[in-house]
């Protein structure tokens, strides 16, 4: 998922400064795109990748430049040769690669923790930073209209657009020029929600490779002995309770994605009641298609409604069930094709 995540941590967790950097431009193809994040700290400790270890040493060390001198700026490396003298060492990446090395001081900190709070809250920020003057602070705004980083400009009005415009978890982060200035622009999304209804023996599985993927996983069940951290405990929230008590405060939403698992037949069809008329990113229902049909009065599930979930890869136990639902959240998440029935 979204790299953003374990360095912001990173970066709230840091005792001193430290340096993002970050990857804003990439011309051919390289191992990561734009948005690409990584934190280094005055130490020399990292939290996360820009490459598959081609180039991190060397950005590492450039970083601590930049912390001296408090100053932001761009290196790039070429990776397009496959002589073991290049930055690629031979990987043919076929990419130029630029970063941005952005220092977090005591006095920019509080807006980057900002940003935290605000994907912690489930909200969209959008971010642009010059980088013809490293001098400028960025610029950012939450889907619920709060400003920070201290850009002493107004915004420009294209930068609304991309915020409010922007479907879930889509929207280009990249370079783009103006007519005076040069930016950096990137959309922060909040982790995507999966909120797994049935926390049976095959639910711990599902939830690990779903928050390994980057999902913030919801697990709901009416029998407290399942629902609880020692059953499933890579968890992040446990709502225990019928459908009818459980569905009003989970607050779903068009972002949200729901995995009905309870096998149980009235279980899921009182459920389906309760989930059939609320917008979502996602619903989908273990079991075949005819026993998911049989859930809804006309007999047959509406289009929107994924049975059976997960991709065909050939799955058979509940850890390769598990990917092949992880695979399917994925690609619905990214607007990759799907089919809606199988």
């Given at each position: 998922?979204?790299?953003?995540?374990?360095?912001?941590?990173?970066?709230?967790?840091?005792?001193?400064?430290?340096?993002?950097?970050?990857?804003?431009?990439?011309?051919?193809?390289?191992?990561?795109?734009?948005?690409?994040?990584?934190?280094?700290?005055?130490?020399?400790?990292?939290?996360?990748?820009?490459?598959?270890?081609?180039?991190?040493?060397?950005?590492?060390?450039?970083?601590?430049?930049?912390?001296?001198?408090?100053?932001?700026?761009?290196?790039?490396?070429?990776?397009?040769?496959?002589?073991?003298?290049?930055?690629?060492?031979?990987?043919?990446?076929?990419?130029?690669?630029?970063?941005?090395?952005?220092?977090?001081?005591?006095?920019?900190?509080?807006?980057?923790?900002?940003?935290?709070?605000?994907?912690?809250?489930?909200?969209?920020?959008?971010?642009?930073?010059?980088?013809?003057?490293?001098?400028?602070?960025?610029?950012?705004?939450?889907?619920?209209?709060?400003?920070f980083g201290g850009y002493s400009s107004p915004p420009r009005?294209?930068?609304?657009?991309?915020?409010?415009?922007?479907?879930?978890?889509?929207?280009?982060?990249?370079?783009?020029?103006?007519?005076?200035?040069?930016?950096?622009?990137?959309?922060?999304?909040?982790?995507?929600?999966?909120?797994?209804?049935?926390?049976?023996?095959?639910a711990p599985p599902l939830v690990s490779a779903a928050k390994?993927?980057?999902?913030?996983?919801?697990?709901?069940?009416?029998?407290?002995?399942?629902?609880?951290?020692?059953?499933?405990?890579?968890?992040?929230?446990?709502?225990?309770?019928?459908?009818?008590?459980?569905?009003?405060?989970?607050?779903?939403?068009?972002?949200?994605?729901?995995?009905?698992?309870?096998?149980?037949?009235?279980?899921?069809?009182?459920?389906?009641?309760?989930?059939?008329?609320?917008?979502?990113?996602?619903?989908?229902?273990?079991?075949?298609?005819?026993?998911?049909?049989?859930?809804?009065?006309?007999?047959?599930?509406?289009?929107?409604?994924?049975?059976?979930?997960?991709?065909?890869?050939?799955?058979?136990s509940p850890h390769e069930i598990a990917i092949s639902i992880?695979?399917?959240?994925?690609?619905?998440?990214?607007?990759?094709?799907?089919?809606?029935?199988?």
């Amino acid at each position: 998922m979204e790299s953003y995540y374990a360095v912001l941590d990173a970066m709230a967790a840091a005792p001193g400064d430290g340096v993002f950097a970050i990857i804003i431009d990439v011309e051919g193809s390289a191992y990561q795109k734009e948005g690409t994040w990584m934190w280094i700290e005055a130490s020399g400790k990292t939290t996360g990748l820009l490459s598959g270890g081609c180039f991190e040493e060397a950005v590492a060390a450039h970083a601590l430049d930049v912390l001296s001198n408090r100053q932001a700026t761009s290196i790039s490396f070429d990776l397009r040769a496959e002589d073991d003298w290049s930055w690629g060492q031979g990987a043919g990446c076929n990419g130029l690669v630029r970063i941005w090395l952005e220092p977090v001081t005591s006095n920019t900190k509080p807006d980057w923790l900002a940003l935290k709070r605000c994907l912690d809250h489930g909200e969209h920020v959008f971010m642009a930073r010059s980088i013809t003057d490293p001098r400028e602070q960025p610029f950012f705004q939450s889907e619920t209209g709060e400003r920070f980083g201290g850009y002493s400009s107004p915004p420009r009005p294209e930068w609304l657009k991309e915020l409010h415009g922007t479907p879930f978890f889509r929207g280009r982060n990249g370079v783009y020029e103006t007519e005076e200035d040069t930016f950096f622009i990137q959309h922060f999304w909040p982790k995507p929600r999966l909120t797994i209804f049935g926390a049976g023996p095959d639910a711990p599985p599902l939830v690990s490779a779903a928050k390994a993927a980057g999902f913030s996983v919801t697990v709901s069940d009416w029998r407290p002995a399942f629902c609880q951290p020692s059953h499933v405990p890579d968890a992040d929230a446990w709502v225990v309770g019928f459908p009818h008590e459980t569905i009003p405060k989970l607050h779903l939403t068009e972002r949200d994605f729901v995995v009905i698992m309870t096998h149980q037949f009235e279980r899921d069809r009182e459920l389906m009641r309760w989930l059939a008329d609320i917008p979502l990113a996602y619903l989908g229902v273990l079991g075949p298609r005819r026993r998911t049909d049989r859930l809804f009065p006309s007999g047959t599930a509406p289009p929107f409604v994924r049975s059976p979930i997960g991709l065909p890869i050939g799955a058979r136990s509940p850890h390769e069930i598990a990917i092949s639902i992880t695979a399917e959240l994925i690609n619905v998440l990214r607007g990759g094709p799907m089919e809606t029935a199988r």
